[in-house]
């Protein structure tokens, strides 16, 4: 018999993110750990600030670019949080960063360009280099090495064709958070070779104990493209509001691209986006917390399991789980949790091969659930524990 995830695998031209959410959608009576969707409400004052924009006429057309209002807030907050210098030629509001990233890459790539991207990573970056006709490079980051990229293996995947790494820190699948240092490699890498840095950190604020979250644009700020986003900032994913950050001359490329598709993020989006980062502080708390909770329940409980590993969790939120010691692949172990546990979680291998043996959790449910999880993943045994 066909295992249900085992059958999603089988179709690897499909986006098997895409593939698992729409599997997740149909079941019931499953403990769902697979989405990468905060569940926790948006917080009330930016529910409200949305709802206040729309009383007052913020229901038509802003500029391509982006409201004048929402656009300083993004300039604001990053000169108050990262220290940056940002002017309004330098940014453009998106439908998250989804769009920021597609735009990002379109101002960039020319057909074979390379872009280097660290493995496991967010599966969609693959696509979208691929729809420029551009070449993803994948350099693997090891568990061993808390998965933080190192200088040498970047430094062998560069060639006379890579036009940009792609740096996402907090990390979506593994969690980690790249240190200084490791990101101060990157940045030397980029100028010596003078690429561009995508800075992917839509979780930026979702970083744990005492690990600290370094801006890329603080490091290279001539050649960083920041993806922002606030969907996973403020629990706001159904708003599709981000932003595009960086040098003047994509960031007015990546506009005209979009002035050619007229996408904007919707008007009341970027009232609500940038009260929202206009407050930061207080609204982020309360879901910083509780995620942070979340994580290091799983994290203790999951590593009495004799045949699980994990490290611990730094930031986003997710925890990837070594499972290898079940004698199961990802894509097997995954079937099997889900068919005795009722548990569904992403095998490591969606995120790239390197991904296998792991499979990825997100902490997006309460603790009540997450406690009736843990119950699962211990009444698992296995024929062939290694
Ligand atoms: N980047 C990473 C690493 C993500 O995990 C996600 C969503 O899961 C996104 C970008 C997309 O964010 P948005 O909702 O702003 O398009």
Redesign the pocket.
């Known amino acids: 018999m066909v295992k249900a995830l085992a059958k999603l695998f089988q179709a690897p031209e499909k986006n098997i993110m895409a593939e698992i959410g729409k599997t997740a959608a149909l079941m019931t009576d499953v403990i769902d750990l697979s989405i ?2 905060p569940d926790l409400a948006t917080p009330a004052p930016i529910v409200n600030a949305a709802a206040t924009a729309m009383l007052a006429g913020k229901t038509h057309y802003t500029a391509s670019a982006g409201d004048p209002e929402y656009l300083q807030a993004i300039l604001d907050f990053h000169h108050q949080n990262f220290g940056s210098h940002y002017q309004m030629e330098n940014v453009q509001a998106t ?7 597609d735009l990002a890459f379109g101002a960039l790539l020319d057909p074979d360009d390379e872009v280097i991207i660290f493995e496991p990573y ?1 599966s ?1 970056y693959k696509v979208q280099v691929e729809q420029y006709h551009a070449k993803p490079v994948f350099v693997t980051c090891q568990a061993a090495d808390n998965f933080q990229p190192q200088k040498a293996a970047i430094a062998a995947a560069i060639t006379a064709k890579t036009k940009a790494i792609l740096v ?1 820190s907090p ?2 699948p593994t969690g980690a958070v790249y240190d200084q240092e490791t990101l101060q490699a990157i940045a030397d890498l980029a100028k010596q070779h003078d690429l561009y840095l995508i800075a ?1 950190e ?2 930026w604020p979702y970083v744990y104990n005492d690990h600290e979250f370094v801006p890329l644009e603080n490091l290279a700020p001539e050649r960083t493209l920041v ?1 922002g ?4 900032v403020f629990a706001m ?1 159904g708003f ?3 932003y595009l950050l960086g040098p003047k001359e994509v960031v007015s490329a990546a506009g005209l691209l979009n002035e050619g598709v007229t996408y904007t993020a919707p008007s009341m989006a970027q009232s609500a986006g940038g009260f929202g980062l206009q407050n930061v502080t207080e609204l982020v708390e309360p879901l910083k917390n509780e995620f942070s909770q979340r994580l290091a329940y799983l994290g203790e409980e999951l590593n009495q399991l004799s045949w699980a590993k994990t490290i611990p969790v730094a930031g986003s939120l997710y925890l990837f789980l070594d499972i290898s010691g079940s004698g199961m692949d990802d894509v097997e172990f995954s079937d099997y949790l889900l068919e005795q546990a009722g548990i569904l979680v992403i095998p490591g291998q969606a995120f790239g091969t390197s991904g296998k043996g792991f499979v990825r959790i997100a902490a997006t449910q309460e603790m009540a659930v997450l406690k009736q999880a843990v119950a699962g993943f211990k009444s698992l045994s296995f024929a062939s524990q290694k």
């Open positions: 990468g969707d439908v998250g960063a989804s769009h920021a990233t967010f969609p996402n990390n979506n992917d839509v979780y993806t986003s606030l969907s996973k994913t599709r509001i981000g």
